[in-house]
Nanobody, 116 residues
C-alpha cells in the first residue's frame, strides 16, 4: 500500500485546511486509516481514525469538534477537514493505513503551519 498526503500549508489561526491522503496498491486490504501528527520535539500522536467497514471514527480530544475525517472509497482517498486551527496544531501530518496482522503503512507527511 502506498500513501500520499497533500493539502498542507501555512494558515492563520482560526483558518481551515483540508488534507488528503490518496492510497494505492492493495487498498482492498485496508482495515482502517488514520491521521497522525508530530510536532517538533514531540512524539507522534493520533489525530483521527476512520474504519473501512462501518466508517466509524475516533478523534483525539484536542481536535474534537474542529476536525472531521472522511473517506471516498471510490477514489481510495481519505480527508481531514481542519477548522478553527490553532498554533498548537502546527505539525507534520501523516496518513496511516492499517492492514490485517497489525501491519501499518505510512505516508511521507505534509506540513501544517498555523501562525498566530
Amino acid at each position: 500500500v502506498q500513501l500520499v498526503e497533500s493539502g498542507g500549508g501555512l494558515v492563520q489561526a482560526g483558518g481551515s485546511l483540508r488534507l488528503s491522503c490518496a492510497a494505492s496498491g492493495s487498498t482492498f486490504s485496508i482495515k482502517a486509516m488514520g491521521w497522525y501528527r508530530q510536532a517538533p520535539g514531540k512524539q507522534r500522536e493520533m489525530v483521527a481514525v476512520i474504519t473501512s467497514g462501518s466508517g466509524s471514527t475516533n478523534y483525539a480530544d484536542s481536535v474534537k469538534g474542529r476536525f472531521t475525517v472522511s473517506r471516498d472509497n471510490a477514489k481510495n482517498t481519505m480527508y481531514l477537514l481542519m477548522n478553527s486551527l490553532k498554533p498548537e496544531d502546527t505539525a507534520v501530518y501523516y496518513c496511516c493505513a492499517e492492514l490485517p496482522l497489525a501491519r501499518l503503512y505510512w505516508g511521507n507527511g505534509t506540513l501544517v503551519t498555523v501562525s498566530s
